[in-house]
C-alpha cells in the first residue's frame, strides 16, 4: 500500500509531502481493510501542511481528512459493512493512501451504485454549506443569502441546497473568468468582488433584504459582504482565503447592527450527537446518489502524483476540485 505523508510543516506544501511504501497491516477484530476509491484535498487539507489550520496532528502524518472506499477485507471475527460495500471513510484517517485500516463500527455504508468521487467530498463541504445555510438565520422560500468564493467546493454545494429550499443566491467571485463556471450552476446573481458591491447587489436583486451572508474570504472582503446585508443581517465567516483576518466597519456594526460569527465545521462535529450527524450525512449521500447535488472536479491524480495534486490544489486558480483517485 501507499501513502502521501508529510514529517514537517512549511509554506510550500508540495514540497514536504512524497509517498511512501509501506506493508499492509494484518488486522486485528473489529478492523476493516478499506480499499480508497476517492480522496480530495480541501484547502484545510493544504492549511494543516502549511501548519496554518486549528488542529494540527503530530507528524509525522498522513494527509487526507476525507474520502469514501470499499471495504477489502474483514478482521477476523469482524462484524461490520461487507466486503465490497462502498462506505464512507472516518474523518481524519489519512485518506490520501491506497488503502485505511479503520474500525468497522465506525464505517457509514453508501450507495454502491453512486458515483465514488462525488460521494468523496461529502464530509467537509457539503455539510458546512447546509449547516450555514440553517443554523444562523431562519430562512424562507424566496429569501436572498450572499456569498464569496462562490466558484469553490462549499460555494457549488451552498447554491445547489439553497435553490432546493426555494432560496435565492447572490454569488461573488474574485475574477471574471469564474463567472460563467458559476452561473451554470445556477447562480441566480453573479458578480466580481471589488467596489461599490453593495450597490451592484442592490440593483441585481431589486433592493432585496439579504439577512444571511457567507464569508470565506476575510480581509476587506468581509466588510463588502456586511455593507451587502439588511439591517440586523448575520454574516458568517468560515475561511480565510485572503490570507488576512476579518474587517468589518463600525459603521456596519454599529448603525446597521450587523453580526459576524463563525462557523467550524469540526466544532460542530463534537457538539452534534451521533444522531444529528446521521441525519446530515443521510441527507447529503441521498442528495448525492441521486444527482440532486455535485460539484465540479478540476483533475485527479494517484498517490504517487501526490506532489502535482498538492501544487495544483494550493494554487487556487481553478475550476473544481483536486481529487486523490488510488
Known sequence: ???????????????????????????????????????????????????????????????GNEGVGRVAALGPGTAGPPVGQTVLLPVGCGSWSTHVVAEAKRLMPLPNDADPKQLAMMTVNPPTALLMLREFVDLQAGDWVIQNAANSGVGSYLMQIAASRGLKTVNIVRRDTAVAGVQAEGGDVVLVDGDHLAKRVAEATGGAKVRLGIDAVGGAATDRLASCLAEGGVLVNYGMMS???????????????????????????????????????????????????????????????????VALAAAGERDGKVLIVP
Open 243 to 309: 490570507g488576512e483576518p476579518c474587517q468589518v466597519s463600525p459603521a456596519n456594526f454599529v448603525f446597521r447592527d450587523v453580526t459576524l460569527r463563525g462557523f467550524w465545521l469540526a466544532k460542530w462535529f463534537r457538539s452534534a450527537t451521533p444522531a444529528q450527524q446521521m441525519e446530515v450525512f443521510g441527507d447529503i449521500a441521498q442528495r448525492i446518489a441521486s444527482g440532486a447535488l455535485h460539484t465540479r472536479i478540476a483533475a485527479t491524480f494517484t498517490v504517487d502524483e501526490i506532489k502535482q495534486a
Open 1 to 63: 500500500m501507499k501513502r502521501a505523508s508529510y514529517a514537517q510543516r512549511g509554506p510550500v506544501p508540495q514540497d514536504l509531502i512524497e509517498a511512501v511504501s509501506c506493508a499492509v497491516p494484518a488486522l486485528a477484530a473489529g478492523q476493516a481493510l478499506i480499499e480508497v476509491l476517492a480522496a480530495p484535498i480541501n484547502p484545510s487539507d493544504v492549511l494543516t501542511i502549511t501548519g496554518q489550520y486549528g488542529v494540527l496532528p503530530p507528524l509525522p502524518a498522513i494527509g
